[in-house]
């Protein structure tokens, strides 16, 4: 299914008439010609699509900026890090790419429709109100505000059409942060708000923080930004008590499944208690991912860090298990051919198990689209090996955060709301 | 983390199901002062909030006609489930929060015209997005009525955000059941009625379903070149204990056989869908109901045997007889165990017959299903027990869940003796966590709007006709059915071995 586009074409106001406008749009009276207003929840969207605008600017991809991630702006990102001369396992969308494509360049116009283009999963659940922040790289753009009423199409079989709006932000950073004033009365207290910073957490922190208070529900990305910033980030906003959901995290959900699965018969369960080594791959420099990993493992199994270190090559910790024996922790980034345009995506996970009275046991998780050589060499020759397959997820972000809103939860998923202090402890 | 501990459940597998998610809904229990809704439905959602699988924007809506408020239900509910929530009492601290309570008698329209108001001002209150769940968990005399006030009150016009769940029985013969269907399609479309089979949600009849089609070595034999016979048993150990009113009315055909035992035997027989869709799984398993039969439909009495359990257990602990039982007719013939024989006319199953037996006050409790193999053509092996046994596939479906197979085998020494031996799949060893409740599952996939595991109208048909003869017959001539007493505790009627022993068969002593 392709993305819809809204029924009408947006009105363009002036930013003090938005919330008069939506109001007349919804009262009673109007309600036979608009439908009625769903009673769902609002999303707001941080939407910079910054590698879009740039590769549509200069030529490398065609328009419209959607603010989606299409295959083709992937493959116009994978083509931009071999002409920039990028280092080969560079994710295509990184912010290596969008400053390298910034300094080139072109004056190719483009329509901008972010905030228009709504992707099935999500007005499958019908939103009661979609505001878009879309910021312009054109430095001084003044403040635009689009609004359109919007119906998901009525679907065969009939049923009612509960009806929602659209509303678009968008100009220059700066603008945009002087227009913030009318979001506030866009967002009644009575249904559930989300925001999803679909941007890198390096920027603009003040406005997350305006736009991200308790209590919404907050959507981010800890693989987007620099890997200090995002871990950190992802643990105050835990520890605030807002609902935080990671799309990082959620990515991890077949790892962490695969390895449940190693230890559910009950006669294996017994080495999680012998664990002396963790050793995690991942593709690009980016950690996140993979910590997030290891502290899920440590806070499930009790461990307590005693130190963490890094050098060129790689982050080395030290746990203690609850028997207080050490186990040593190593994360290492490997190149791959191709990698993904999340940065940091796990590739293989190793742990040793050292039972005092059995013989030893070897767990490798390992990816389905590459190898992990170097998890399976070396130091295992008298352990009892498992090995697994870690399917890949293949789901657009788009396809991920359609899936949280549609069994949305006020609070922070328990085993990420440990794990998110504790991955951010183990980046030195 | 003590060895204890992590031997008792895997660390890693807490709060990590990856389930499908449910969207916000308002779930509205009508007889939300019953028995199975304290004691099933309100600790299954319970179970589900606990396993975070539920939304934030999640209400559920008691209904009956006492006048009870919001706090009176909560009260009753936290009283009923207290056990459990001495586990948990934070969880229970915010689910209770999200339960609530309309005084409604499904028999008065204006009732539910209220209970529409009541319902927007839930979706206001707690943006449940106008989606519902309408759950019939009151006398069956009322799914109808019940069915057609909802309709009429308009809860029931947007079929992607309200559906109904029906318990059992769904009627109490072909005829019933055909008009109940009438009505209810005539409320809502087919997708939006969810039929309750409890015994659809224990994970090992899913299972049933994973063995057959997701691993390639069982289908090639699953048929009548290599499949002899097929017995399907579901014992009770219990007798009818306080239900004596309802079973009087019933009996083990209408309670066991006609529903759970025939959903078993049409997982079992059923030709492989051409996709894991909901529609695709119920087609076939219509049409394998469609074409059984009872093996003699003109002399049902030669291919069904009834049974009653009289006293029996030991001189300490006696145990009394069906028609001793409080609120039993002395002289009731109602049946508490049956044990036919039927056969499917397909291409796969010609001339296979398959028996199906059930009972209370058995020797144990069980349900399995065992598909017995053909002998080999050539007997080159002297065998321990005279002639080779034949080898059989044994699907454990409670308690102990598992499966077995069941083969010939070299017996150790000189010369070449052979003997059976059996291999084994246990749900404990391999997963070592107990399944969820299927009341779990069940409430679960109708809130997803998932009908896998519930009767589609045409099943339901299909497999109350099938049991027509026996039906009519027992109503007008019960004589020629009659109920043969067994002990308690026992295997029941010697009637019942006797049907097989006609064919050289035994059932299988579990
Ligand atoms: N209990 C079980 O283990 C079990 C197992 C399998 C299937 N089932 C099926 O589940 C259903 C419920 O069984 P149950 O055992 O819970 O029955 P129950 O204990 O007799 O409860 C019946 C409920 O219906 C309510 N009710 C009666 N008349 C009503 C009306 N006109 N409008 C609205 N509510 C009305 C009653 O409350 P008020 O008196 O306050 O109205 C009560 O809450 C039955 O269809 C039964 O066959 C039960």
């Not at chain 2, 000189?414 to 069940?442: H, K, Q, T």
Request: overall charge negative.
């Amino acid at each position: 299914m392709s993305p819809q586009l809204t029924l009408q074409t947006p009105l363009e106001l002036a930013p003090a008439d938005v919330p008069t406008y939506l109001e007349q749009l919804w009262s009673p009276e109007q309600q036979g010609s608009t439908g009625t207003g769903a009673n769902t929840f609002c999303l707001l969207i941080w939407q910079p699509a910054w590698a879009e605008q740039h590769l549509i600017r200069t030529g490398r991809l065609n328009g419209p900026i959607t603010g989606q991630q299409s295959d083709q702006l992937v493959a116009a990102g994978q083509q931009a890090v071999i002409d920039a001369d990028l280092p080969s396992g560079t994710p295509p969308l990184a912010e290596a790419v969008i400053s390298a494509v910034a300094g080139w360049d072109g004056i190719n116009p483009s329509e901008d429709l972010r905030g228009q283009y709504i992707d099935p999963a999500l007005s499958a659940l019908q939103p009661r109100r979609l505001i878009t922040l879309a910021p312009m790289i054109e430095a001084d753009h003044p403040l635009e505000t689009l609004v359109a009423a919007y119906c998901p199409l009525p679907e065969e079989g009939g049923g009612t059409t509960a009806c929602g709006d659209v509303v678009v932000l968008r100009g220059s950073q700066n603008a945009l942060e002087e227009g913030l004033a009318i979001l506030q009365p866009l967002l009644p207290a009575r249904m559930p708000a989300w925001v999803w910073w679909n941007g890198s957490l390096d920027e603009a922190p003040d406005l997350l923080d305006q736009l991200a208070g308790t209590p919404r529900r907050l959507i981010l990305d800890s693989a987007v930004g620099t890997p200090r910033q995002c871990l950190d980030l992802l643990r105050t906003r835990v520890q605030s008590g807002q609902a935080v959901n990671d799309l990082n995290w959620l990515r991890l959900s077949n790892w962490r499944e695969t390895l449940a699965m190693v230890f559910d018969p009950p006669q294996r369960r017994e080495a999680l208690n012998h664990i002396t080594q963790m050793e995690i791959d991942v593709e690009s420099n980016h950690p996140a991912q993979g910590l997030l990993l290891a502290a899920w493992i440590a806070d499930r199994l009790g461990w307590k860090l005693i130190s963490s270190d890094s050098d060129d090559e790689a982050i080395n910790a030290r746990f203690t298990r609850g028997d207080g024996v050490e186990v040593r922790f190593q994360l290492m980034s490997v190149p791959v051919g191709q990698p993904s345009v999340h940065p940091g995506q796990m590739v293989g996970l190793r742990l040793i198990c050292k039972p005092d009275s059995s013989p030893g046991v070897c767990v490798i998780l390992c990816t389905e689209s590459g190898g992990c050589m170097r998890l399976e060499s070396g130091g295992m020759a008298d352990l009892e090996l498992h090995e697994e397959i870690v399917p890949v997820q293949n789901r657009t972000p788009e396809m991920d955060v359609a899936r949280l809103l549609g069994g949305g939860h006020d609070t922070t998923n328990p085993l990420l709301a440990s794990a998110a202090p504790l991955a951010a402890s183990l980046l030195p | 983390m003590s060895a204890m501990l992590a031997t008792v459940t895997n660390p890693l597998r807490v709060g990590l199901r990856q389930e499908r998610v449910i969207a916000p809904q308002c779930l509205v229990i009508f007889g939300a002062s019953g028995d199975l809704t304290h004691r099933k439905l309100v600790p299954a959602l319970f179970e589900l909030f606990r396993q975070r699988r539920l939304p934030s924007e999640f209400a559920v809506l008691g209904c009956a006609r006492r006048p009870w408020s919001d706090e009176e239900f909560r009260g009753k509910m936290g009283d009923a489930l207290a056990k459990r929530i001495e586990e948990d009492p934070q969880a229970w601290e915010q689910f209770v929060g999200k339960l609530f309570y309309e005084p409604v008698d499904l028999q008065q329209p204006d009732h539910v015209f209220r209970l529409g108001e009541r319902l927007e001002r839930i979706d206001e209150q707690c943006s449940t997005h106008g989606n519902r769940t309408f759950y019939l968990s009151v006398s069956p005399k009322f799914y109808a009525g019940g069915c057609r006030s909802l309709a009429d009150a308009g809860l029931l016009k947007d079929p992607k955000r309200s559906r109904v769940v029906i318990e059992k029985p769904f009627g109490r013969d072909y005829g019933s059941a055909q008009a109940l269907n009438r009505v209810v399609q005539t409320c809502g479309q087919e997708n939006q009625i969810f039929r309750i089979d409890h015994y659809l949600g224990k994970e090992t009849v899913q299972n049933i379903m994973v063995l057959r089609f997701a691993n390639t070595i069982f289908e090639p034999i699953w048929n009548r070149n290599y499949i002899s016979s097929v017995q399907i048993t579901a014992a009770e150990t219990v007798g009818v204990e306080e239900r004596a009113g309802y079973y009087e009315t019933s009996g083990a055909l209408r309670d066991m056989v006609q529903n759970h035992l025939t959903q078993m035997l049409a997982i079992t027989a059923m030709e492989p869908p051409g996709r894991f869709d909901p529609e695709a799984i119920r087609n076939e398993k219509a049409k394998v109901l469609q074409a059984t039969r009872l093996a003699d439909e003109l002399e049902p009495w030669n291919c069904c045997i009834r049974g009653q359990y009289g006293p029996g257990g030991s001189n300490e602990s006696p145990l009394s007889g069906y028609r001793k039982e409080p609120g039993v007719d002395p002289n009731s013939t109602t049946e508490t165990y049956v044990a036919m024989k039927l056969f499917i006319d397909n291409w796969r199953w010609q001339g296979v017959p398959f028996y199906v037996r059930t009972g209370k006050r058995l020797a144990k409790r069980l349900s399995e299903v065992v598909l017995t193999f053909r002998e080999a053509p050539v007997h080159l092996f002297d065998a321990a027990a005279g002639g080779p046994t034949a080898n059989q596939l044994i699907l454990r479906i409670q308690p102990d869940e598992g499966a077995e197979f069941r083969f010939e085998v070299k017996s150790p020494g000189s010369g070449m003796r052979s003997r059976p031996i059996d291999m084994e799949f246990s749900y404990d060893d391999s997963f070592g966590e107990p399944s969820d409740e299927g009341y779990v599952r069940l409430l679960a996939d109708a809130m997803l709007s998932d009908p896998t595991l519930f009767t589609r109208s045409d099943e339901v048909e299909a497999a109350w006709r099938l049991y027509t003869p026996l039906l009519e017959l027992i109503e007008d001539s019960p004589w020629q059915l009659p109920v043969h007493p067994y002990e308690s505790r026992t295997w029941g009627p010697a009637a019942a071995d006797a049907l097989l022993a006609r064919d050289g068969l035994l059932w299988r002593r579990p």
